[in-house]
């Protein structure tokens, strides 16, 4: 039987604007498919922050200048980055079976992930989306709109949003489905669309799931062998741009809850990674976690580079 994984992409995986994105793309789709010629079932989650923040962006001013379109929520901005971005991926890897030779389809499913409404994230907004700015910008987006920024790992000033835990992914029967049938499947894209269960059934709500979680708690749920954190390293990094910077080769659990209390990993960059890969051990019977590059996911998967995350 073929080992499952699932695959979390990160943001280096896609571009900043729909013509880069499409460009990128094709490099992405290489690896992807190295992965399915060697004989797993693949499963993809990705990650929306530039995206979603550029559509609503885009919407609001749009809106504020007295034009036609109306302002779009946030759910609804998330589920065009499914849509545009599934539709990006699902075409280069397209393309790349195709070059191959392999009859494959792929088929991007368009998520919705429930969300405990009472969630302390939505009184916590930590989750970076959109551009990055300069801290005069921020401050004058600030008092126009009174959106919240924070600093983001040396790189700028970026909205945050609410990122609740995600609890359940409402069409996990039909990526269950499309994978025994032996497709690919792109899926809880951007963390999947927030929605909560009421009276009246599901509703869309103001935040982004973090991908790494919502793919970890797929993994878990879909019965994955692996689940892989592709990002812009190569390997998790302790004391990271320091002169004594160490990459680790593996971590169990233990060393991750050590290193967390050290404050090792930055908030909103490799920490939620590393967290995710924690839920999936844990909530997982054998899975085993990984976090590696892009380019190097096959590699990673022989064990020649990469942080393995064991129990």
């Known amino acids: 039987m073929a080992e499952r994984i699932v695959v979390a992409l990160g943001g280096n995986a ?7 994105q499409l460009a990128l793309v094709k490099s992405t789709a290489r690896p992807i498919v190295d992965l399915v010629e060697k004989g797993y079932e693949v499963i993809i989650g990705h990650g929306n922050g530039p995206q979603v923040g550029m559509i609503n962006l885009a919407m609001e001013f749009s809106a504020n200048k007295g034009g036609s379109t109306p302002s779009m929520p946030f759910p609804e901005c998330g589920a065009m980055t499914q849509g545009y971005i599934g539709y990006h991926l699902q075409q280069a890897i397209q393309e790349e079976l195709r070059e191959r030779g392999i009859d494959r389809d792929c088929a991007t499913v368009v998520t919705q992930v429930v969300v ?10 930590t989750k970076p989306v959109g551009s990055f700015y300069t801290k005069e910008e921020a401050e004058r987006i ?9 600093e983001d790992a ?5 909205r945050v949003v609410p990122s609740p835990i995600p609890r359940r992914i409402v069409e996990l029967r039909v990526v269950e489905q499309l994978v025994k049938a032996g497709d690919i499947v792109i899926t809880v894209g951007g963390g ?9 059934g599901l509703k869309g709500v103001a935040a982004v799931i973090d991908k790494d979680r919502a793919s970890a ?8 062998d692996r689940l892989i954190i592709l990002t812009a390293v190569d390997r998790v990094c302790i004391n990271f741009n320091k002169p004594d910077q160490q990459e680790l080769a593996e971590m169990n659990l233990s060393d991750c809850e050590r290193y967390i209390a050290e404050g090792q990993f930055a908030p909103g960059s490799m920490l939620p990674k ?16 990984l976090i590696t590059s892009l380019s190097r996911a096959a590699e990673a998967l022989e064990g020649k580079t990469g942080t393995v995350i064991t129990r």
């Open 14 to 20: 896609l571009g900043k604007t729909p013509e880069e």
């Open 116 to 125: 405990d409404e009472q969630d302390p994230g939505f009184r916590n907004p």
């Open 142 to 150: 600030t008092a126009e709109k009174g959106f919240t920024f924070v």
């Open 154 to 158: 040396g790189r700028g000033y970026r």
């Open 192 to 200: 999947g669309i927030p929605v909560v269960e009421t009276a009246q």
């Open 217 to 224: 708690l797929l993994a878990r749920d879909i019965g994955a």
């Open 274 to 289: 590393v967290q995710s890969c924690m839920d999936f051990v844990r909530g997982s019977a054998h899975g085993i976690a």
